[in-house]
């Protein structure tokens, strides 16, 4: 099980549908504060993970740790189905109502008490209707699942307490010949995952010996996102992003 509902809070909930929905002069107001230009080039980054699949049409996608939903809806762009995945039922209730048509308002928090409302966007209806949502856990997924074409894991590996249950998983839910991402900012803290199960020697290393057997290596790259906590406060942070082709 996993060990940890951080993601269930308020405050998380407003900071990730900042951080998948809102326009680039909401996350960062520059009239206001002169940001860095690499904050601005971490943005986008549920669009620029998807964007590493193959340019062309499949049937089935699948996206594990989906959030609030935004990478789900990119896949949506060249797949006809897709199912995203969460465990915190406060993000999968917003993601699903997203699809739904809704348009949800969320708070940016600024500093103290000092706070902005916003709004996302209605998604685009041939997008919301190519995905569904599914509360679930990503080591214990359901067993009629099936097998997918492309298969997204971003930042989630290091968000498990197991990992490895996931790895031996992924060879059963990517069929041959299809695609898997997986991006992860190895960032392993015992609050979500035991020590015991931290990979060794490194993430990379511990990926390809994981892997290897059924998938080829095809991308290794990195990806920068940024999450607003406050107006002076923000997680930059450069995920690690392997792609993967099933093989065998
Ligand atoms: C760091 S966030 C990344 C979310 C999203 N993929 C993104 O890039 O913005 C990790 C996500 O994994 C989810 N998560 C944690 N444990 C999980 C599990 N066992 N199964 C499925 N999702 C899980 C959390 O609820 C959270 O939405």
Not at 16 to 43: D, G, N, V, W
Not at 54 to 77: Q, Y
Not at 81 to 89: E, L, P, Q, T
Not at 114 to 134: C, G, H, P, Y
Request: charged letters at 20%; one cysteine or more; hydrophobic letters at 40%.
């Amino acid at each position: 099980m996993p060990s940890s509902n951080i993601y269930e809070s308020p405050r998380l909930l407003d900071e990730y549908l900042l951080f998948h929905y809102a326009k680039e002069s909401e996350i960062l107001p520059t009239s206001e504060i002169p940001y860095p230009s690499a904050m601005r080039e971490a943005l986008g980054f549920t669009q620029r993970t998807v964007g590493h699949f193959d340019n062309k049409p499949v049937a089935h996608g699948l996206d594990l740790g989906c959030a609030v939903g935004a990478s789900t809806f990119a896949m949506a762009e060249n797949c006809a189905a897709v199912i995203g995945i969460d465990f915190s039922h406060a993000f999968i209730n917003a993601a699903d109502r997203l699809r739904c048509g809704e348009v949800i308002s969320f708070h940016r928090h600024d500093e103290a008490m000092l706070q902005k409302i916003l709004s996302t966007n209605v998604i685009a209806t041939e997008l919301r209707e190519k995905v569904n949502f599914e509360q679930g856990d990503a080591m214990n997924l359901r067993a009629d699942l099936g097998g997918f074409d492309r298969v997204h894991a971003a930042n989630l590996l290091c968000r498990l307490t197991n990992p490895n249950d996931l790895l031996e998983k992924f060879p059963s839910l990517v069929k041959l010949g299809g695609e898997l991402i997986i991006a992860t900012p190895c960032t392993w803290l015992q609050e979500f995952t035991p020590p015991q199960h931290w990979p060794a020697p490194d993430t990379f290393s511990w990926l390809r010996k994981q892997l290897e057997k059924n998938f080829t290596l095809e991308l290794s790259t990195h990806e920068p996102f940024l999450i607003r906590e406050t107006a002076r406060k923000f997680q930059w942070s450069l995920s690690q992003l392997t792609k993967w082709r099933r093989h065998a």
